[in-house]
């Protein structure tokens, strides 16, 4: 299977320093020091919106099911993540 993305949901105080670069919100940065070392790229869902319900999704792509649920586990670590889920490609096998 390939094409997997994790989905991530973090708090609207989280999402809002993540995308303001802001080093001093202390559960973002546990999720941008997470990412990086996962090398990760987290990017925000909805990057136009200032909806509080819709900042708080983010996505990410992994190579594979291993990795997904690995970086699932991982980021379910920190405490600014409400949750994060694999999600398989829109594409049939």
Sequence with gaps: MKGLRVCIQ???SVAR????????NTEAD????R???LD???WPMH???????LIEFLMADVPDRETGERVVTE???CRGVKGA???PADELP
């Design 75 to 77: 980021l379910m670590k």
């Design 47 to 53: 990057p136009d919106s200032e909806d509080a319900s």
């Design 35 to 37: 990412a990086e070392h």
């Design 40 to 42: 990760l790229l987290v």
């Design 10 to 12: 973090v708090d609207a």
């Design 85 to 87: 889920y694999l999600k």
């Design 30 to 33: 546990e999720v941008r020091t």
């Design 17 to 24: 320093a993540l995308r303001k670069h802001d080093e001093s």
